[in-house]
């Protein structure tokens, strides 16, 4: 029996025995061995049964484990290409998945997530959007209850995990150390609240703002960054089986976000330039970009063929140039 395969029948007993002794809370992959490196009372006995697998569980990198059901893909599929309303059509997909067990919601800390690297079309989070975000919302007073609605995330897939890594930190990097520093402990990737979290993590880290302000957490942020908030969170094979659904995921959130930043012309090229690298159709990569209504939807279809006419072939190079260059520019 190969590694993969003991590890996912060693996962799917642990499961079993955690149902039988009464744990209502769904565990995955990841929160699986979470709860066996924090002690806790109330797993102490499935820590003390698998101490010694654990050990070689942390010394080894885990392959993907398991695949989405051919019958749950075709039904999301049919959702995902429906004509429902964008957000009503969010909603009947993480309904099927939680049906299914592809989606759970969990509590998590700042310091748990890092950003999806499909989010705003690849740009992921600006340090100076973030911080001015931030301070907005302690400006105007913190209501946690307003985070949960749009807070999504998915899991890191161990095959992906290095990539996801190195995104957030070429992110950081181009931050001027605005956002913090990647600690590689974090286990999960943000579609919605992505710029808030950040600046959360950025407030963890002692990171001095824009102007080289020192920020001091008012009570309610500090009780907020100790404790987190409830998360949905996918399962990583959701986006094995469909690539584009973080990006449509996060533009569709984004969307009904009071506090959102408005997707612009450059964001919409890259979110277009995505699903075209992807094998998508024009009209089909319009479509699913105008869904989550842009600032420029009136003339989005004028950007898409401006994408695949003038900004470097297949790839797109031109794009990703100016993908990096806006992210500086604010700082001229």
Request: aromatic letters at 6%; a neutral charge.
């Given at each position: 029996?190969?590694?993969?395969?003991?590890?996912?029948?060693?996962?799917?007993?642990?499961?079993?025995?955690?149902?039988?002794?009464?744990?209502?809370?769904?565990?995955?992959?990841?929160?699986?061995?979470?709860?066996?490196?924090?002690?806790?009372?109330?797993?102490?006995?499935?820590?003390?049964?698998?101490?010694?697998?654990?050990?070689?569980?942390?010394?080894?990198?885990?392959?993907?484990?398991?695949?989405?059901?051919?019958?749950?893909?075709a039904e999301m599929e049919q959702l995902l290409k429906s004509s429902a309303p964008v957000n009503s059509k969010l909603e009947q997909v993480?309904?099927?998945?939680?049906?299914?067990?592809?989606?759970?919601?969990?509590?998590?800390?700042?310091?748990?997530?890092?950003?999806?690297?499909?989010?705003?079309?690849?740009?992921?989070?600006?340090?100076?959007?973030?911080?001015?975000?931030?301070?907005?919302?302690?400006?105007?007073?913190?209501?946690?209850?307003?985070?949960?609605?749009?807070?999504?995330?998915?899991?890191?897939?161990?095959?992906?995990?290095?990539?996801?890594?190195?995104?957030?930190?070429?992110?950081?990097?181009?931050?001027?150390?605005?956002?913090?520093?990647?600690?590689?402990?974090?286990?999960?990737?943000?579609?919605?609240?992505?710029?808030?979290?950040?600046?959360?993590?950025?407030?963890?880290?002692?990171?001095?703002?824009?102007?080289?302000?020192?920020?001091?957490?008012?009570?309610?942020?500090?009780?907020?960054?100790?404790?987190?908030?409830?998360?949905?969170?996918?399962?990583?094979?959701?986006?094995?089986?469909?690539?584009?659904?973080p990006s449509w995921c996060q533009a569709t959130l984004n969307s009904v976000n009071s506090t959102n930043k408005v997707v612009g012309e450059?964001?919409?090229?890259?979110?277009?330039?995505?699903?075209?690298?992807?094998?998508?159709?024009?009209?089909?990569?319009?479509?699913?970009?105008?869904?989550?209504?842009?600032?420029?939807?009136?003339?989005?279809?004028?950007?898409?063929?401006?994408?695949?006419?003038?900004?470097?072939?297949?790839?797109?190079?031109?794009?990703?140039?100016?993908?990096?260059?806006?992210?500086?520019?604010?700082?001229?």
């Amino acid at each position: 029996m190969g590694f993969g395969v003991a590890v996912a029948c060693w996962l799917t007993a642990l499961k079993l025995q955690n149902q039988h002794m009464g744990f209502e809370e769904r565990l995955t992959t990841t929160n699986i061995l979470t709860k066996l490196t924090k002690p806790s009372n109330k797993y102490t006995a499935v820590q003390q049964h698998h101490q010694q697998l654990l050990k070689v569980l942390s010394q080894t990198t885990l392959e993907s484990c398991g695949t989405m059901e051919p019958a749950v893909k075709a039904e999301m599929e049919q959702l995902l290409k429906s004509s429902a309303p964008v957000n009503s059509k969010l909603e009947q997909v993480i309904k099927l998945l939680t049906s299914k067990g592809l989606a759970y919601e969990v509590v998590l800390k700042p310091e748990d997530l890092l950003c999806h690297p499909a989010n705003r079309g690849g740009a992921m989070v600006n340090g100076f959007d973030a911080w001015a975000k931030g301070n907005s919302v302690l400006t105007t007073g913190l209501k946690p209850s307003l985070l949960p609605p749009n807070s999504f995330c998915m899991e890191m897939d161990p095959a992906r995990r290095d990539g996801q890594l190195q995104a957030n930190q070429q992110m950081c990097a181009k931050a001027e150390n605005l956002l913090g520093t990647v600690m590689g402990t974090e286990r999960y990737l943000t579609l919605g609240t992505s710029h808030f979290v950040m600046y959360c993590r950025a407030l963890q880290q002692g990171v001095p703002g824009p102007e080289g302000e020192r920020v001091k957490p008012p009570p309610e942020m500090s009780a907020l960054l100790a404790s987190g908030w409830k998360w949905v969170a996918i399962a990583a094979v959701v986006e094995t089986a469909f690539p584009g659904f973080p990006s449509w995921c996060q533009a569709t959130l984004n969307s009904v976000n009071s506090t959102n930043k408005v997707v612009g012309e450059l964001e919409a090229m890259l979110q277009i330039s995505a699903y075209l690298k992807e094998g998508q159709a024009m009209n089909t990569a319009v479509d699913l970009v105008k869904a989550a209504a842009p600032a420029c939807g009136a003339y989005l279809e004028d950007i898409g063929y401006f994408c695949k006419l003038f900004l470097g072939g297949d790839k797109f190079p031109l794009l990703e140039q100016l993908k990096n260059f806006s992210s500086l520019a604010i700082i001229c």
